[in-house]
């Protein structure tokens, strides 16, 4: 069985998980989740489905905003509520308004479900760390080699089975995990992240 997941479901259900232990440090972490998702359902609001969506969205954001503000722990939890809700209507949303074929299954047009490939963001990374710096695709654009002109040892950027990019640095193999990076951040902000990653990993060498 195919498992489906929703643009931005994922990172949202993180956060709200986050906000459940962390409600104050949390709340703008969630509210920006939510917003993306309620971007992601308003342009698609021409389907019933995503309009009534995009409503329920905003009004989870409203209450976690307004619990923010009053920090009463009835407000946070009735928040918390409010916004696993509309997690929820938004992954129902997106389950039934999936590109199918014929025969009633998924299929995406290719190069809509992911803009970029890991290699995209390895080569965007080695731009931002300047000239004498390259990076060449692995198989398929699932990872990413990174090297300094002259240096014998370099940095592949990967993906782990559960979802996280990482860094291992080569030829020790010691793996850094991006914590809190999602495909929906964005290649520019991916890449900043894995530049910036990078650059403090050689501090420390």
Known sequence: MRITTAPHAIE????HGGYSAFPIR??????MRLTVMREYAAHRNHVAVWADTAKQVHEAIAAVCFAQVARR?????IASRVALNAIVAY?????????????????PEPGTE???????????AADLLGAQWSAEPGCWGVRGYLQADGENFGYTLAVTDSGVLHIETLPEAHRTDLVGVWPSD????????????????RKSD
Do not use: N, Q
């Not at 992954?91 to 299929?107: N, Q």
């Not at 992911?114 to 965007?124: L, T």
């Not at 520019?188 to 650059?199: G, H, L, M």
């Open 91 to 107: 992954e129902k949303a997106y389950v039934v308004t999936l590109s199918r074929d014929e025969a009633g299954h998924y299929h």
């Open 12 to 15: 949202a259900r993180h956060a």
């Open 186 to 201: 964005g290649l520019a902000d991916i890449a900043a992240r894995v530049a910036d990653t990078i650059r403090e990993l």
């Open 114 to 124: 992911f803009p970029f490939a890991v290699s995209d963001i390895g080569r965007a």
């Open 73 to 77: 722990r009835k407000y946070r939890r």
């Open 26 to 31: 949390v709340a703008p972490l969630l509210a």
